[in-house]
């Protein structure tokens, strides 16, 4: 960590030359090679969504009903289509979080959601979360690519920090996170009351002068000698990003 003394003796952080707040994330359309994101809308995108977080996910023993994928989004607020779209409604009434739907471009429908929230110009800080995804996305790119989408238009507006928080019991999501080259900082113990139930949060971030780095590594696993004629990885992304610096494996 840099720092400097001020005029008391006092060691202080340095100076942030030609520092101006970023604006925030506008909701424009994110286009990818395997997804699009889109500004989630609870008419036009509940449909869709309902019936792809209806698939039971194969990775998920038990998930017959669906239900055990959002154990740790503080479970599911709805049982039908219609309540799908309220929930939605509710989740896009205001610009914090801001909601993205994902979007299969092979038939154009919803396949799964992701916002920005704790949104903080003035920080420069801005946090990814509330990652639903259907199993529709299992072994596909999508989910990847849909993440480094909004890690990159995140770091082109001007912030200087990404986060990712989760349970520290969801192993997988603090592993997609670190895959994605996220650096673990520590767990925020007693952090949340979630359904009546203890959360300790595990925090995760990507600062700026980091991301150069990353985001060439999320080039060349996105690029197309990376995947062969069935659209499987020639080599993983943690392969990447466990080679940058400070990083443990």
Not at 6 to 32: C, F, K, M, R, T
Not at 99 to 119: E, F, K, R, S
Not at 175 to 196: C, I, K, S, Y
Not at 221 to 231: H, I, K, R, S, Y
Request: with cysteine.
């Amino acid at each position: 960590m840099t720092s400097i003394t001020n005029p008391y003796g006092q060691p202080v952080g340095a100076d942030i030359e030609s520092w101006q707040p970023p604006s925030p994330p506008d909701g424009i359309a994110l286009q990818g090679r395997f997804c699009r994101l889109e500004p989630l809308d609870a008419a036009l995108h509940a449909p869709a969504l309902w019936q792809a977080w209806q698939d039971p996910d194969p990775a998920i023993a038990n998930d017959h009903d669906a239900q055990a994928r959002w154990t740790y989004l503080g479970g599911r607020d709805f049982d039908d289509e219609i309540g799908c779209r309220r929930w939605l409604e509710l989740m896009t009434a205001g610009a914090d979080p801001l909601c993205y739907a994902i979007i299969d471009p092979t038939n154009d429908q919803a396949v799964g959601m992701a916002t920005y929230l704790n949104i903080v110009p003035a920080d420069g800080r801005i946090e990814i979360g509330h990652l639903s995804f259907s199993p529709r996305m299992v072994r596909t790119p999508i989910s990847s690519e849909a993440l480094m989408l909004m890690i990159r238009y995140a770091f082109e507006l001007g912030y200087r920090r990404v986060e990712w928080k989760c349970d520290a019991l969801n192993a997988p999501s603090r592993r997609a996170a670190e895959r994605l080259g996220f650096r673990f900082e520590g767990v925020f113990r007693q952090h949340r009351v979630v359904n009546g139930r203890n959360r300790d949060t595990a925090w995760l971030s990507i600062i700026d002068e980091e991301w150069p780095a990353i985001r060439r590594c999320h080039e060349r696993w996105l690029a197309a000698e990376n995947f062969d004629a069935n659209g499987r990885q020639r080599r993983s992304l943690s392969s990447m990003t466990g080679q940058l610096p400070g990083r443990e494996r």
